[in-house]
């Protein structure tokens, strides 16, 4: 497995389960959008935000529905070098190859020291994650999480290490997230000895000194 090393996390974010494109997922998951427009120009607004042109983002799975000329579009519009680790919505993967930067089915970083899994999926056990003071963390998506939500999927998240954490949009205000803010919140689960439900509910986290 390809491994990816950042001596620090300037520049890097990351982000999940954007869905551009896809009418159900307003549906599905709740989305605060009046149609699939209205979803995709908030979503690049929002990302073009916070990431720069030199920035990498790593995208973690179900980033559009529809052709490849429209997920070509849709990547122009977005800054960053964005590299797909693919999700289950993630098709023709030899047509992928050509829009993204990167493609992986799974990726290991080495970030300032820290070793972090990314795959789509969270998973309930993997290599690393009894490696005394200095586990491996995961980063995932998938399972739509988010603030006073559940997901259909959120009974999974009981089994989640506190070094696992959800990316996706839905949870992270439709928007990348940063190297710094995944290690603050990892970092806050393992103080806690808890895991990602924790930041379902933003007022009670928001508040936790």
Not at 136 to 146: D, I
Not at 184 to 208: A, C, D
Request: charge should be negative.
């Amino acid at each position: 497995m390809s491994t990816h090393i950042h001596p620090t996390g300037d520049h890097l974010f990351f982000t999940s389960d954007t869905h551009f494109g896809h009418q159900n997922i307003l549906q599905y998951s709740q989305r605060p959008f009046k149609d699939t427009n209205e979803m995709d120009d908030t979503i690049i607004d929002n990302w073009n935000r916070v990431v720069g042109p030199d920035d990498t983002v790593y995208h973690l799975g179900d980033f559009a529905f529809g052709d490849i000329s429209s997920i070509k579009k849709l990547v122009a519009r977005l800054n960053g070098r964005i590299i797909l680790i693919k999700g289950n919505h993630d098709r023709q993967p030899e047509k992928l190859q050509l829009v993204f930067h990167e493609l992986y089915d799974q990726l290991t970083l080495v970030v300032a020291g820290q070793r972090v899994l990314l795959n789509h999926f969270p998973f309930l056990c993997y290599a690393g994650t009894y490696s005394g003071c200095r586990p491996t963390w995961q980063l995932f998506g998938h399972l739509h999480l988010k603030p006073h939500g559940t997901g259909a999927d959120f009974e999974r998240v009981a089994h989640c290490f506190p070094f696992q954490y959800d990316v996706g949009v839905d949870l992270n205000n439709y928007s990348p997230i940063s190297w710094t803010t995944v290690r603050e919140r990892i970092l806050m689960q393992i103080k806690l000895n808890t895991n990602v439900s924790y930041w379902l509910n933003p007022e009670e986290s928001l508040n936790t000194p």
